[in-house]
């Protein structure tokens, strides 16, 4: 069995369930590798370390562009590299990326691999534009292999040459980590006294129609649209809710009209930041997700697999995750257009259903945690 050192670096302990999940657990059963993980400190890092079985590093990896903070994370992950004698860096994102990728490459560790989780200057212009593309060319360039999480993001990176193609890979059909499809996103093994506090507590009813929305509320995920598509549906439907799970962000800000909209319209329900999303999907009708800039939207596996249709827009790495007319509809960055695919799974509930039941087949067969942990080990090695 094969026995490494692995050090992983990201920036937010937000992203842990969503990158990793119990991603090392498993592993662990095929090889007898340990497992580090490095990330700007807090409670919630600290906490998973034991039961996802990794061991913490705090470093200060900050998502903005701050040179003497990145030197210094540099500096310490390079120190912890030689210390530990790691044989693998993986660097997730374009910052943690970054100073993985530095700090590996002159520590001398042979494998270095790149997460390549979407394209993060897509939606820039001008000067930052220039700045967010070399920033992902550098760690591209310095990594010996590069993880696009979708053929969109493979693509885009081959056309603007951020790397040398021979490097790229995709694990399965597209994302970094897949989803746990049985249990935690299976709908027939919720909680369902949780599910009905949840109602209760969101006072929505059985004959409510609800359209949901998981992540943060920001304005590169199309929340201004979804907003004014709502306005227009609840004058034309009774018993519509909109259900919002995340947190709004003053970093891409939404509109003042829509947190306006948000804060004072009672069939507007925010619940903020929610630990544990997953009940929160049993209680949707359909998933709507007018995003302008993903990587591969994990949250539609999600809403997938909890047998919703989903309606997405053809962002980078979005079309990859549903099929068209079988597991949902796409959409849009237009009002207008959202509202229309919403009204057809309001006005044909048989394909509400259908579409849903297409999408969870869909995501068993493609994107089940395990089968994209078996691919990591087979081409990334760890």
């Not at 949840?198 to 009813?205: F, G, R, S, V």
């Not at 829509?258 to 004072?264: G, R, T, Y």
Request: net charge neutral; charged share 25%; glycine share 6%.
């Amino acid at each position: 069995m094969q026995n490494k050192q692995i050090l992983h670096i990201i920036t937010i302990s937000f992203v842990i369930n969503h990158f990793f999940g119990r991603q090392f657990k498993y592993l662990r059963t095929k090889t007898n590798n340990d497992y580090f993980l490095g990330c700007t400190p807090s409670d919630e890092f600290f906490q998973l370390a034991d039961s996802l079985e990794y061991s913490p590093l705090s470093v200060d990896v900050t998502r903005n562009i701050s040179p003497i903070t990145d030197l210094k994370a540099i500096y310490k992950i390079y120190k912890f590299i030689k210390k530990n004698k790691i044989e693998t860096v993986v660097g997730h994102t374009p910052k943690g990326g970054m100073v993985a990728m530095i700090a590996a490459f002159f520590a001398g560790v042979q494998d270095r691999v790149y997460f390549r989780h979407g394209i993060i200057y897509e939606t820039s212009t001008g000067f930052k534009r220039f700045l967010l593309k070399n920033i992902d060319r550098l760690s591209g360039t310095l990594a010996t292999k590069v993880v696009c999480v979708s053929q969109s993001v493979k693509k885009i990176s081959e056309e603007d040459n951020l790397n040398a193609p021979s490097k790229n890979i995709i694990l399965g059909i597209g994302t970094c980590n897949g989803i746990d499809t049985e249990n935690k996103f299976n709908p027939d093994r919720q909680d369902i006294k949780l599910v009905l506090d949840i109602k209760k507590e969101l006072t929505i009813n059985e004959n409510d129609f609800v359209i949901g929305y998981v992540g943060r509320l920001v304005k590169d995920k199309g929340i201004n649209e979804l907003i004014e598509a709502w306005k227009i549906l609840k004058e034309k439907h009774q018993n519509i809710k909109l259900l919002l799970v995340g947190p709004i962000e003053e970093r891409d800000a939404i509109s003042e009209e829509s947190k306006k909209i948000i804060k004072n319209d009672p069939h507007i329900i925010n619940t903020g930041f929610v630990l544990n999303a997953a009940p929160y999907f049993n209680v949707m009708d359909v998933f709507v997700l007018p995003t302008y800039r993903e990587g591969f939207p994990t949250v539609s596996l999600e809403a997938s697999s909890m047998k919703l249709p989903v309606l997405i827009t053809k962002a980078t790495g979005c079309e990859e995750s549903i099929i068209e007319n079988k597991t949902g509809l796409f959409i849009k960055n237009d009002p207008s257009d959202i509202r229309q695919k919403i009204e057809f799974y309001i006005e044909n509930p048989e394909m509400k259903q259908l579409h849903g039941d297409n999408g969870r087949d869909f995501v068993r067969q493609h994107f089940e945690e395990t089968k994209i942990w078996d691919f990591i080990h087979k081409n990334l090695g760890y």
